[in-house]
């Protein structure tokens, strides 16, 4: 009915009146419990940063021993480092101050209590000293500030990567974005935090901030760190080895060779000594500088190795010694190498470009030349191994079908008219190694949870293989034990799919996931079974 028709008496007024002021007071009115959770949950987030820092001081010592180790590739990688703890910490203590003036302008803590612990406050209710510091009359209060600092603190990291999924996780993590309200009005993020707040709520939603912040710095200092040996090779076999420029010189000229290991780092160069050693025990024998040498040049990982030599057939021999790891974890591996090399009056040359080796399934190049001969009148042949061997524009093409160790490349050359052999050399006809499967570079072992989540899928790589043949992975299933029960996913192809992600996803940290049943398809459309992969999650 309308006011008209049916008016208020002055008692109707009063209780109405009574009434509106009853329900304003309950709405201003916070439990005791509340409050108190909300001190809970300060000292909650409060000790998730404070694990955070410490983690994070880890891998920022990790970084100072990896820039003593190798800085050629740790600097780039240690600097942005650098700047993100300096970032980090500026952004943390920026909050921190504006924690302290909060609560002292809001009467302080109680007796005992620590300087910024929500659950010390003695006002803890008050619902004006947060909303006039940080949001102020005109909305312009020290949480705008706030706003823009977490601004710019999240597109600079968002900048030092370039991981789509770190990228996305940065910029939800930090998301600085207005508030839709349910009746779709939208509230400014500043106002959705600390507008019409009790302190103690403020002061827990700054600590939350904060560990956002030290969220943000842990996932991007991961991310930083792989960067270190991001492409580098993980090397499970190495072999010494030795690569003339030519096998056959004439008498009286150089021979030249290339004294490395076959999978080599270009910022760390081995340690190379030239002479007899002992075989069982990988030492060098005799005095050095008598009765061996240690080799001078080593330039990019290589060492550059000149000898005359008379007439004959002569070895180079002796160890290499890599230094592999970090800190702690250092060793010094040995090597040996050995090659034999012909100097001869008139001969062929037969240098292999990838090693004395031929691949089933791939295009092997070698390059055929003989002192004096015109390369117009080289006539090679090869037997064994199911071998063709054909001219390309660098050289030659060698293709091979089946495994054996009998495998021999001839030269025949044109000299004065007349046809004669110059010589042969023999190789050994190998399958193509099966390639390792992987998952952000690691193929097991502990791994970050936000590190897996970031990954796409599984890769096939040829570890300590020269040349650039790809397998593409057909087949693997994600496996793990959750609440008691085991799930599995099998995925077609390389990616993950959505329910395995939904696996990796529920994992806990401290808990393992396997990747098994790896089938990856190499160059010769053969399946080859990859095994397995278990990670646990960190």
């Known amino acids: 009915m309308g006011a008209t028709n049916c008016p208020e008496t002055p008692r109707q007024r009063m209780i109405s009146m009574m009434y509106l002021v009853l329900t304003a007071l309950l ?54 480092a650098d700047k993100l703890q300096k970032k980090s910490n500026e952004m943390c ?54 706003k823009n600092k977490f601004d710019e603190f999240r597109e600079w990291l968002i900048s030092q990567t370039k991981d789509e999924m770190l990228k996305e996780g940065l910029e939800n993590s930090l998301s600085t974005h207005d508030h839709t309200l349910p009746d779709g009005s939208s509230h400014k993020w500043h106002l959705s935090y600390f507008d019409h707040m009790p302190l103690v709520a403020c002061v827990t939603g700054l600590s939350k901030l904060q560990s956002d912040v030290r969220n943000a710095e842990a996932d991007l200092l991961a991310y930083l760190y792989g960067q270190i040996d991001a492409g580098s090779f993980s090397f499970n076999k190495l072999e010494g080895t030795v690569i003339a420029n030519s096998n056959y010189v004439m008498s009286g000229d150089v021979y030249e060779a290339d004294i490395f290991l076959a999978a080599f780092d270009t910022t760390k160069s081995p340690e190379i000594f030239i002479g007899k050693y002992d075989s069982l025990k990988l030492e060098m024998i005799g005095k050095e500088g008598v009765d061996y040498f240690k080799l001078d040049s080593v330039v990019d990982g290589k060492g ?94 060698v293709t091979v079908t089946s495994p054996t160790k009998n495998c021999k490349v001839s030269v025949v050359g044109e000299v004065n008219g007349s046809r004669r052999s110059m010589g042969s050399m023999p190789f050994r006809v190998k399958r193509v190694p099966d390639p390792v499967a992987k998952v952000a570079g690691q193929k097991g072992g502990s791994i970050a949870k936000t590190k897996l989540a970031a990954q796409q899928g599984v890769v096939a790589d040829l570890e300590n293989f020269d040349f650039n043949i790809k397998f593409n992975i057909v087949k693997f299933t994600v496996s793990a034990t959750l609440d008691g029960f085991e799930q599995s996913s099998t995925c077609n192809g390389s990616r993950f799919n959505a329910k395995a992600k939904n696996i990796m996803k529920k994992v806990k940290r401290g808990k393992k996931l396997y990747i098994e049943d790896v089938k990856a398809r190499g160059p010769d459309g053969k399946i080859r079974n990859l095994g397995s992969i278990a990670f646990k999650l960190q």
Do not use: C
Not at 64 to 69: I, L, Q, S, T
Not at 99 to 126: F, H, M, R
């Open 27 to 80: 709405a201003l009115n916070v439990s005791a419990e509340v409050l108190n959770a909300f001190g809970l949950f300060d000292e909650a987030l409060t000790t998730t940063s404070s694990n955070f820092v410490t983690k994070n001081e880890s891998v920022y010592s990790a970084f100072v021993a990896a820039e003593k180790e190798n800085p050629v590739k740790t600097k780039k990688w240690k600097d942005i």
């Open 93 to 146: 203590d920026y909050m921190d101050e504006l924690k302290k003036e909060i609560i002292e302008t809001g009467g302080g803590v109680e007796e005992g209590s620590e300087p910024l612990a929500a659950n010390g406050i003695t006002k803890k209710a008050d619902l004006n000293v947060g909303g006039e510091i940080l949001v102020g009359a005109d909305e312009k209060g020290k949480g705008l500030d706030l």
């Open 304 to 397: 550059k190795y000149r000898v005359t030599k008379g007439v004959g057939y002569h070895t180079v021999e002796g160890l290499i010694f890599f230094t592999t790891g970090k800190g702690n974890s250092k060793k010094i591996l040995k090597y040996p190498f050995s090659n034999e090399f012909q100097v001869a009056a008139g001969s062929v040359v037969i240098s292999p470009t990838k090693m004395n080796v031929f691949y089933i399934g791939v295009d092997n190049p070698v390059d055929i030349s003989a002192p004096g001969v015109p390369s117009d009148k080289i006539y090679p042949s090869i037997s064994g191994g199911g071998g063709r061997i054909r001219r390309s524009d660098k050289g030659y093409v």
